[in-house]
Antibody, heavy 123, light 109 residues
Framework: QVQLVESGGGLVKPGRSLRLSCAASGFTFSDYYMNWIRQAPGKGLEWVSYMSPTGSTKDYADSVKGRFTISRDNTKNSVYLQMNNLRAEDTAVYYC????????????????WGQGTLVTVSS | EIVLTQSPGTLSLSPGERATLSCRASQSISSNYLAWYQQKPGQAPRLLIYGASSRAAGIPDRFSGSGSGTDFTLSISRLEPEDFAVYYCQQYGSSPPITFGPGTKVDIK
């Protein structure tokens, strides 16, 4: 079945770095846009970044631009989020999510989502 | 930047009642680019509606979406116990390309 599993979260001090991974299975990973979304404790959803199937196109929320970098390895069916210069306000559960269809097949929507990985930035 | 506003913030209803949730955009968006998600405590969100009115795979037909331009609605015809959750709308635009609304919590009256 289609599945996304995030890993790499944890407790990190402000200013340090962390790399999140999202392992995909059950579908042709190289055909799909992939996204990272985060949710601060008790708050709503915030889109963080996306990357196109080949990696040629990507974008970021203004809140993370210049600090976070998305990448993917289609040979390993994985997408990554390198997070540098972390701040307290980056504390959140980080989800990866796939676009529900190949580009242009259906209107966009995130499906499925992983279970999330918690990142806590604190001294 | 397109800002999404959801109302009400909390909706208190009883099982069997109809729920109507609103999502308003700060500027007109294509209906193709409006989606709705459900999130239960401790779980990842789940796609309910895409393209403003199309149900995602496996979503019961008591969920329906409508609207265009700047005003969109998610309706739940008869609330089941498992429908009490937080609902988010989402739009695809430009700079930033993707934003979510703040959410509407549907809780048991």
């Amino acid at each position: 079945q289609v599945q996304l599993v995030e890993s790499g979260g944890g407790l990190v001090k402000p200013g340090r770095s962390l790399r999140l991974s999202c392992a995909a299975s059950g579908f042709t990973f190289s055909d799909y846009y992939m996204n990272w979304i985060r949710q601060a404790p008790g708050k709503g959803l915030e889109w963080v970044s996306y990357m196109s199937p080949t990696g040629s196109t990507k974008d970021y929320a203004d809140s993370v631009k210049g600090r976070f970098t998305i990448s993917r390895d289609n040979t390993k069916n994985s997408v990554y989020l390198q997070m540098n210069n972390l701040r307290a306000e980056d504390t959140a559960v980080y989800y990866c999510a796939r676009q529900q269809s190949r580009f242009g097949e259906l209107p966009p929507g995130f499906d499925p989502w992983g279970q999330g990985t918690l990142v806590t930035v604190s001294s | 930047e397109i800002v999404l506003t959801q109302s009400p913030g909390t909706l208190s209803l009883s099982p069997g009642e109809r729920a109507t949730l609103s999502c308003r955009a700060s500027q007109s968006i294509s209906s193709n680019y409006l989606a709705w998600y459900q999130q239960k405590p401790g779980q990842a969100p789940r796609l309910l509606i895409y393209g403003a009115s199309s149900r995602a795979a496996g979503i019961p037909d008591r969920f329906s979406g409508s609207g265009s331009g700047t005003d969109f609605t998610l309706s739940i015809s008869r609330l089941e116990p498992e429908d009490f959750a937080v609902y988010y709308c989402q739009q695809y635009g430009s700079s930033p390309p993707i934003t979510f609304g703040p959410g509407t919590k549907v809780d048991i009256k």
